[in-house]
Structure formats: structure tokens, C-alpha cells
Nanobody, 121 residues
Framework: QVRLVDSGGGLVQAGGSLRLSCAAS????????MYWFRQAPGKERDFVAA????????RYADSVKGRFTISRDNAENTVYLQMNNLKPEDTAVYYC??????????????WGQGTQVTVSS
């Protein structure tokens, strides 16, 4: 069992930055690929970024490439999402997620509770 706790959301002006954190419970954090998703009001939950168990492989949605960076600290059981040059269309609830093993979205079976990010124009 893995428990994920998201934090770091807030209100920021367009062009600003935020760093989201996701703290995981348990001693097997480095066995899980980690992800960030987001869900805007009235829309489906969309993939944002993923990082492999070691942190050596990352994946990004086209809409955030070059602006967002996913990373992880296996010693601290934490995954981060550094978000730069934020745009109003980045406004959403952001969720971290985990899947055992490699990056395979279909295998996600743990979710955080979400953290709200609001970008004002």
C-alpha cells in the first residue's frame, strides 16, 4: 500500500512558477514510476509528466514540455513538479500517481488527493 500526499499548489500570476511536491509513504518508493496528472473544471484528467523509478527517464505532455520538470528524491520518498512560465490554461487540480515498475499509465493504482493550481492572467 502506498499513500500519496500532494502539496504546493496555490495562486500565481501568468509567467510565474510553482513547485508541487508529492510525499509517499512506505519503504518501496523506488519501486514505483511516478506521475503528475491534472484536471481542469469540466474536463477529463490529463497526463502531465512521468518519471521512472531511478529518475533517469522522464516523459512530458506536449503542452508542458520546456516549462515543467518532474524529478524525484528516493531518499525522501518525494516526487516534484517544477512549473515555470505558468499560463492561465495550466489552471487545474494537480494529482500525483504511482504505478509499480516501469512507466505504464494503465498500471497506475495509487493517487494523491490533489492540489489546486490557479494561474491568473
Amino acid at each position: 500500500q502506498v499513500r500519496l500526499v500532494d502539496s504546493g499548489g496555490g495562486l500565481v500570476q501568468a509567467g510565474g512558477s510553482l513547485r508541487l511536491s508529492c510525499a509517499a509513504s512506505g519503504r518501496t518508493f523506488n519501486m514505483y514510476a511516478m506521475y503528475w496528472f491534472r484536471q481542469a473544471p469540466g474536463k477529463e484528467r490529463d497526463f502531465v509528466a512521468a518519471v521512472s523509478r531511478s529518475g533517469g527517464v522522464t516523459r512530458y505532455a506536449d503542452s508542458v514540455k520546456g516549462r515543467f520538470t518532474i524529478s524525484r528524491d528516493n531518499a525522501e520518498n518525494t516526487v516534484y513538479l517544477q512549473m515555470n512560465n505558468l499560463k492561465p490554461e495550466d489552471t487545474a487540480v494537480y494529482y500525483c500517481a504511482a504505478s509499480l515498475g516501469s512507466i505504464v499509465i494503465e498500471n497506475i493504482n495509487y493517487w494523491g488527493q490533489g492540489t489546486q493550481v490557479t494561474v491568473s492572467s
